[in-house]
């Protein structure tokens, strides 16, 4: 038992930006640093406004990061509805005491393996097409679009080669990133044995933005091949896609630096911050179709990099 | 009491359109021809499965024809469910025995009226921009996105010109249109007011597609109009919007013949039919997010038009 002084971190998401990833980047270094930072002020725990967009009463969790020179105090999110009673209750009694009690822990660090399988390409088989999302997630949840959603999308693409009957020339290879959530290291081991393969990574597509409806992908190329693969726009307008632009692929595949194209499968963003990191994100959040959508537009942009290359 | 032959129609709405209407306009001749054509053929009943995306049991209505020289035969639509458990069963059992018992009758017409408001320009109040939608809906769910989504998005565009204190250059009217869902008479006599008015329409916007996140809108126009309002592009992106195409403006403002331009706001298609017509379209299934960046559309897109005109 410790009393001290509590500090509560209340910035709200910005409602104004389109892009909600934007919003919660804007928001979610009250969750990530404000432990440290307060406790360098002397703060003994630290409440902080969950990063979402659904107005109800459900945390939202995720990573934070301790300074090592720091006293690592507590800290818990909560809900918004509580965010905005706890708010309103300060303003009449900014001495208010509250009594912070937590069960959760770190563990220690324990071996885990990313999921790799390869459908082998019939003509250029050491030339690789990547889809992947990671398979860990926060514990709140289901972890049903964060990013359960990306998993199945890229084991869809295979099984739509296979139940179309279609061999790809290039070799199709879905991995699954173990360890997104907490350091990347998946994906670090990744791109390590990328890095010595002779294997070729033509391209990697990673989805981890939610089973919603397709709208584009981001694309971390040179510019002949975004002028390429624009071209390719019709194909991928069948599966909802309207836009390839420049961006980041994402945190799991962005390790493969010798692939010439790095995708991020961009679907509509306006209710992923709805369930993102908490009890929210179930199965029951996921819409069939669009889910769907996402998987095809993927086995569209795999199909037509297996067949033509970059 | 009449026994006979029941008919039953039970052609899903094609899951492989990526556009929900023409899937929906593939499969709703069965509920709005099907008990005209059975009675034509000595059928004394009707069983429709639902027009609609949503696999659960709730029954979705809409409008059928009859036919004045042939027999009006009742007629029912049952859930997805239970059009799989009757089609299932009439394997086994085709003389299957139904009893239909219908409470639902036809009132006589009474009068009702368009709802109509302006907000007057500041430099051609002559020359009108319409925003709408209808105001009617199917009795049986409350209409939230058929279409009250529409008509409130409608309001809504002239009141964040009153938020964002901004008086428009030409006069913005916004039109709730009666009796669209049987019969489209409050868009008649708009159109015939249109005909006749000194009153300009420059142009007229619809939503009448669901409150969901914006993809684009439909214009009804020649290429020069066209070609100059893809130059906003730019400006419409900031609430979600990724195209302008050619298409039709919508039913409410497609008897406006003078319009130079008739735009229907296009959100996105995928969960529609998961609600259209039923018991599921209640105001809880419109997402907060998605319905208000329809109002920034259309807002965006009124004050280009009020701004520089055609």
Redesign the interface.
């Known amino acids: 038992r410790v009393k001290g002084k509590i500090v509560f971190f209340n910035r709200p998401m910005d409602?104004t930006l389109?892009n909600t990833f934007r919003a919660y980047g804007g928001a979610v270094d009250q969750r990530v640093f404000g432990a440290a930072r307060a406790a360098a002020y002397g703060a003994v725990g630290v409440i902080v406004r969950s990063v979402t967009?659904r107005y109800d009463n459900v945390p939202h969790t995720g990573v934070m990061i301790y300074n090592d020179s720091i006293p690592r105090i507590p800290a818990v999110a909560i809900g918004l509805q509580d965010a905005d009673w706890l708010s309103e209750k300060l303003k009449s009694e900014p001495e208010l005491q509250v009594r912070l009690r937590l069960a959760c822990r770190t563990l220690p660090d324990a071996q885990s393996y990313n999921v790799v399988g390869d459908l082998l390409g019939s003509e250029k088989p050491q030339e690789l097409i990547v889809v992947g999302g990671h398979i860990d997630s926060w514990d709140v949840g289901q972890g049903a679009h964060d990013d359960g959603a990306g998993c199945v999308q890229a084991m869809e693409v295979v099984d739509l080669f296979r139940r179309l009957n279609i061999r790809p020339k290039r070799t199709i290879r879905v991995v699954l990133f173990i360890n997104e959530e907490n350091g990347s290291r998946g994906s670090q081991a990744y791109g390590q044995y990328a890095d010595t393969t002779a294997l070729v990574h033509l391209a990697a597509i990673e989805s981890d933005r939610g089973g919603f409806?397709p709208?584009?992908f981001t694309l971390q190329a040179d510019s002949t091949v975004l002028t390429r693969v624009q071209a390719w726009l019709p194909y991928l307008r069948?599966?909802?896609i309207?836009?390839i632009r420049r961006g980041g692929g994402g945190p799991d595949i962005g390790r493969i630096k010798t692939a010439r194209a790095l995708f991020g499968y961009v679907p509509?963003s306006?209710?992923y911050f709805d369930v993102h990191h908490s009890a929210n994100d179930v199965f029951a959040a996921v819409?069939p179709?669009?889910f769907e959508?996402g998987s095809a537009a993927m086995a569209i942009l795999t199909y037509l990099l297996s067949e033509y290359g970059l």
Request: hydrophobic share 20%; aromatic share 6%; no cysteine.
């Open positions: 409602p389109l967009t409806t709208r584009g069948q599966a909802s309207d836009w509509d306006q209710r819409h179709r669009e959508l």
